[in-house]
């Protein structure tokens, strides 16, 4: 059985990985993966402390996670898609869509 704690400090890095990603990055689909790398984070939490207290409800609540990430996944990949026609660019330093 692996320890809480490594659980929680694998988790802890997964996320950090995914923040760096995040604030790094300029390219929309690895931030858009980042952004995934901190939710599989998350979902590990919620696992590690569902086996800690020999219980289900966090093995459900990362099910219902996932599910929520799933959908993400398919309209945010619609958007980039629409974005990359509309701009012929993925970078988000380089879209302006929001200005008048």
């Known amino acids: 059985m ?3 704690s490594w ?3 694998l988790s802890a890095v997964v996320f950090v990985i995914g923040v760096i990603g995040v604030l790094i990055r300029r ?3 690895v931030i858009f993966m980042s952004i995934e790398l901190m939710l599989n984070a998350a979902n590990l939490v919620f696992v590690a402390f569902s ?3 020999r219980s289900i409800d966090g093995q459900v ?3 219902f996670v996932m ?3 799933a959908a993400e996944v398919a309209v945010g990949l619609a958007i980039i898609v629409n974005l990359f026609r509309l701009r ?3 970078m988000v330093d380089e879209v ?3 200005k008048g």
Request: no cysteine; hydrophobic share 65%; net charge negative.
């Open 7 to 9: 659980a929680l400090i």
């Open 67 to 69: 599910t929520v990430a």
């Open 88 to 90: 012929e660019t993925v």
């Open 27 to 29: 390219n929309a689909i």
């Open 51 to 53: 086996q800690h207290l």
């Open 2 to 4: 692996i320890p809480l």
């Open 61 to 63: 609540f990362v099910f």
């Open 96 to 98: 302006n869509l929001l």
